[in-house]
């Protein structure tokens, strides 16, 4: 069993910053990749910015110079430093984790969400 646990949502004004948070504990041997998702009413979950184990990292197009993805191997920890918010960025932000478990099996974990408004 994965548990994936977020924090640091909330709410801001336009060009102000937050910092996302993901913890992930349980039966997990290695991390393989990690990253961030969101999600807005009626649409599909999009991707956000990922890192993998041995890769650099990838932003979607709008995020790119404003969101900073890093890790902390020995905490399990993936964060998203967002700064300059836009209004455009309000959204639920799911963690995601691509991990092999004990038995050597790779599979995908997701976050509960957290929220992110951004607005005046």
């Known amino acids: 069993q994965v548990q994936l646990v977020e924090s640091g949502g909330g709410l801001v004004q336009p060009g102000g910053s937050l910092r996302l948070s993901c913890e992930a504990s349980?039966?997990?041997?290695?991390?393989?990749?990690m990253g961030w998702y969101r999600r807005v009413p009626g649409k599909q979950r999009a991707f956000v910015a990922s890192?993998?184990?041995?890769?650099?990292?990838y932003y979607e197009d709008s995020v790119k110079g404003r969101f900073t993805i890093s890790r902390d191997n020995a905490k399990n920890t993936v964060y998203l430093q967002m700064n300059r918010l836009k209004s455009g960025d309000t959204a639920v932000y799911y963690c995601?984790?691509?991990?092999?478990?004990?038995?050597?099996?790779?599979?995908?974990?997701w976050g509960q969400g957290t929220q992110v408004t951004v607005s005046s």
């Open positions: 995601w984790v691509l991990a092999g478990d004990e038995y050597g099996v790779a599979s995908d974990y």
């Open positions: 349980g039966s997990i041997v290695n991390i393989i990749n």
């Open positions: 890192l993998g184990t041995k890769s650099g990292a």
